[in-house]
């Protein structure tokens, strides 16, 4: 099954695994990799400041915790709760690909999400990925894009983790658009906020071990990673910036969410 992914979860994922595809070939050349600037990273000072604040949360307190998730639940439940927390993102997929004019995707989309839901048990199993539907991720980040909207610098968020100028605007309507959000029951709304956060640090514990125990510069090699994550996902343009302000031109390389490192992880859970 192909995926045109954008859960913050499966971004996460995508990004240590292209992190990792840079820790390999960036052994021949590390000090080209870590000594020059991006121009992308026109924040790089704050943006190191905010990661290095992220990692002391994560080794304190997140880690830990998706570590005991991990080995104390089953793997078929966590197949299964992933699953859950993808389903709710359909509808809002749907709607950015009705926005990109992609209408089979959008057909597609609404086939899985009816699918899983009603057959699945509310999306636990993924009756439609094991009948082939396809699935198709999209963001509001990706419709700007498809629109010629540019990327922006990149930015590092506060407990969130990397983004870029573009994304952070647009975080909050992806947010709202999220069916988690539209919870009444606020103690239920954030317990599955904190469950799906968990469930993806769980998700990412053998890559994010992998990079901590190689990776020269973490920073680096992570930032790399989300902005090829999402240079390279699909949105039906040119990788040129419409306004000419050269971002995407100056990221034109072969080497790398989310991260999904973490936006890469959940919202923040309200009170």
């Known amino acids: 099954m192909k995926t045109t992914s954008h859960s913050l979860g499966h971004r996460a994922m995508l990004v240590l695994a292209l992190a990792g595809s840079l820790l390999v070939a960036g052994c021949a ?12 990273d026109p924040f790089e000072p704050f943006n190191r400041g905010v990661s290095e604040f992220n990692e002391r949360i994560d080794d304190a307190v997140v880690r830990p915790v998706a570590t005991v998730y991990r080995d104390v639940t089953p793997p078929l439940v966590r197949t299964g709760v ?4 993808r389903n709710l993102t359909e509808p809002w997929s749907l709607v950015n690909n009705v926005l990109q004019l992609k209408i089979r995707d959008a057909g597609e989309t609404w086939i899985r999400f009816a699918v899983n839901t009603v057959f699945g048990l509310g999306g636990v199993l993924d009756i439609a990925g094991a009948a082939d539907i396809d699935q ?3 963001d509001f980040g990706q ?4 629109y010629g909207v540019p990327t922006g610098p990149y930015l590092v968020l506060p407990l969130l ?4 100028v573009r994304d952070t605007a647009t975080f909050t309507v992806d947010t709202r658009a999220n069916l988690l959000s ?5 103690p239920v709304r954030n317990s599955l906020y904190v469950l799906r956060a968990v469930d993806v640090r769980a998700n990412l514990l053998r890559a994010s071990s992998v990079l901590d125990a ?7 090699f992570t930032r790399d990673a989300y902005l090829q994550l999402r240079r390279n996902q699909p949105r039906n343009k040119d990788t040129t910036d419409s306004d000419g302000d050269g971002y995407e031109a100056d990221y034109s390389r072969t080497s790398s969410g989310a991260a999904p490192a973490a936006d890469l992880a ?4 309200t009170r």
């Open 29 to 40: 050349s590390s000090g080209a990799t870590t000594g020059s600037r991006n121009p992308r």
């Open 82 to 85: 992933g699953n859950f927390f």
């Open 136 to 138: 198709h991720r999209q």
């Open 143 to 146: 419709t700007l894009a498809f």
């Open 161 to 164: 983790g990397p983004s870029t």
């Open 182 to 186: 539209g919870i009444d029951e606020i």
């Open 214 to 220: 190689a990776a020269l510069d973490k920073y680096t």
């Open 266 to 269: 959940p919202p923040t859970p």
